[in-house]
């Protein structure tokens, strides 16, 4: 019983690393850096979901980008390594190159045949007052945005 518990325990420990094989040397070295920053805070142990990276066609040319969310990191030392209440890292990889952002939540759409990512911001960026304030990004040899 022990045996099958420790194999069952390495298991978890590896899976979220599992699906690292399909991924990108940026979005390897995104998560590769967020385990060796928790790591170097107190020791930290680095955990990461199966849906840390996840696959979107953002710039419509069929091959899709990939989307790595801090907010499915965990660090056993810090409970707020990647984020805080301005939102949570969030990296999109286009040919190679990572393009960062901060969002609370986020979504992909499509409008009209064209996909849209949606950033849950901080309030801060839309105005002064509290309140739900939102970020539409589309590709077009870069993101663009409307403010």
């Not at 399909?22 to 390897?28: G, K, L, P, Y």
């Not at 979901?49 to 996840?54: D, F, G, L, N, R």
């Not at 190679?96 to 849950?120: C, H, I, M, R």
Request: glycine share 8%; net charge negative.
């Amino acid at each position: 019983m022990k045996t099958i518990l420790s194999i069952s325990l390495i298991f978890l420990c590896l899976s979220p690393f599992a699906f690292g094989a399909d991924q990108s040397q940026a979005a390897s070295e995104i998560v590769q850096n967020a385990k060796t920053e928790c790591a170097s805070f107190e020791d930290g142990e680095f955990n990461a979901t199966e849906q840390a990276i996840s696959l979107h066609d953002l710039t419509g040319d069929g091959q899709p980008e990939e989307i790595v969310d801090a907010s499915q990191f965990s660090c056993s030392t810090s409970a707020s390594m990647w984020g805080g209440s301005g939102g949570t890292f969030l990296w999109v990889v286009v040919d190679g190159k990572p393009y960062e952002f901060l969002a609370n939540k986020w979504k992909t759409v499509d409008f009209d045949g064209q996909s849209v990512l949606l950033l849950a911001v901080h309030s801060s960026e839309c105005s002064d007052t509290v309140g739900p304030c939102y970020r539409a990004l589309v590709w077009r040899d870069g993101f663009r945005t409307t403010r």
